[in-house]
């Protein structure tokens, strides 16, 4: 039983590292303006924002509880709790850019 618990988080934490590398890779790809200009320093900093929100977000999706299957939660108490993650993690890497003052990024 404890093994398939380890293989379901396993599984659980793929699937949401896919998602978040999807949703940095997808806007770049789709639309290249969006990428910075070929200045290291750049990005180096969105690299670091965004390595800081995937992380946050993870540890995030782990504290609520979100890597098992938990057959009392329904389908929108599921949502919210994830949507409340995803608002979190964003509000905590809004923080750190502001705190680092990366003038690239708009206050």
């Excluded at 039983?1 to 999807?22: E, P």
């Excluded at 180096?44 to 995937?54: Q, S």
């Excluded at 993870?58 to 993650?85: M, N, P, Q």
């Amino acid at each position: 039983m404890f093994r398939l618990r380890s293989r379901i988080f396993f599984i659980y934490l793929l699937i949401d590292v896919a998602h978040i590398c999807a949703s940095f890779y997808g806007p770049f790809n789709f639309n290249p303006a969006l990428t910075p200009q070929c200045n290291p320093a750049l990005i180096r900093i969105y690299l670091a924002a965004y390595l800081f929100w995937g992380i946050s977000l993870i540890f995030l999706l782990y504290g609520a509880h979100l890597y098992y299957t938990d057959r009392y939660l329904s389908i929108s108490e599921e949502w919210l709790k994830v949507a409340s993650c995803v608002l979190y993690s964003a509000t905590l890497t809004a923080l750190f850019l502001f705190f680092l003052k990366a003038d690239i990024f708009s206050r």
